[in-house]
């Protein structure tokens, strides 16, 4: 069963403290993404990858940080810098190629109490 | 800067009848176009795209139509189903720095009614 993989699907911490949110695929996709949706609003990037060790930023990238040790995982790290970070965090990946279809997990949703 | 846009917030359909998703854009450079579908709670779910040079596309229920002059994309679902009922997301797609990179609209809710 080919897919992408988030966890936890709720996730509950308190400000100050960093969380990591997880995305694995096994899709064989060389891209992955993280994006943020709040409520009445569309997806906003935070950061994508196209290849192993490398990311860009995306629009909203204050805050936030990546990694990207291997293709199957592309771990988001919410840091106490976010000033607003209780959103659901969806995660998507894509081959390099075609019209960019992107496929997403079931997303987390992040509490900071 | 809003790329993409979905100017209607939310559509209530009534069962069996056409639902008629409107986007427009305003970036040029964009070659593909997308909709997705999404539950609460759930990751969006892909429906259907459109390459830049046609103009239209069909799936099923599902028909896409783009009009570049205008810069105006729509999904037509038909007939509709209680199962529609659902974020529909328009997103148009560019080549950026050697990929292709999405930017989405801000979702249109739709509720169809039985």
């Known amino acids: 069963d080919g897919g992408i993989t988030q966890s936890p699907k709720y996730l509950f911490r308190k400000e100050g403290q960093n969380v990591t949110l997880s995305c694995e695929q096994n899709?064989?996709?060389?891209?992955m993404y993280w994006y943020r949706q709040d409520p009445g609003q569309g997806l906003r990037l935070i950061y994508y990858?196209?290849?192993?060790?490398?990311?860009q930023k995306g629009d909203i990238a204050e805050g936030y940080s990546v990694s990207r040790e291997k293709k199957e995982s592309f771990p988001l790290t919410v840091t106490s810098a976010q000033k607003n970070p209780t959103a659901f965090y969806l995660c998507?990946?894509?081959?390099?190629?075609?019209?960019?279809?992107?496929?997403f997990g079931p997303g987390t949703r992040l509490t900071v109490l | 800067d809003q790329q993409v846009k979905q100017n209607s917030p939310s559509l209530s359909v009534q069962e069996g009848r056409i639902s008629i998703l409107n986007c427009d854009y305003t970036?040029?450079?964009?070659?593909?176009f997308l909709w997705y579908k999404k539950y609460p709670a759930e990751g969006p779910t892909f429906l259907i795209s459109?390459?830049?040079?046609?103009d239209k596309n069909e799936d099923g229920r599902f028909t896409v139509f783009l009009n570049k002059s205008a810069k105006h994309l729509s999904l037509h679902i038909v007939p509709s189903q209680p199962g529609d009922s659902a974020v529909y997301f328009c997103?148009?797609?560019?080549?950026?720095?050697?990929?292709?990179?999405?930017?989405f609209g801000q979702g249109t809710r739709l509720t169809i009614n039985p």
């Open positions: 998507a990946s894509s081959t390099l190629t075609g019209d960019g279809t992107q496929y």
């Open positions: 899709l064989n996709h060389d891209a």
């Open positions: 990858s196209q290849i192993v060790n490398d990311f």
């Open positions: 970036n040029s450079m964009f070659d593909y």
């Open positions: 459109i390459s830049s040079i046609k």
């Open positions: 997103a148009a797609s560019a080549q950026f720095q050697g990929a292709q990179k999405l930017v």
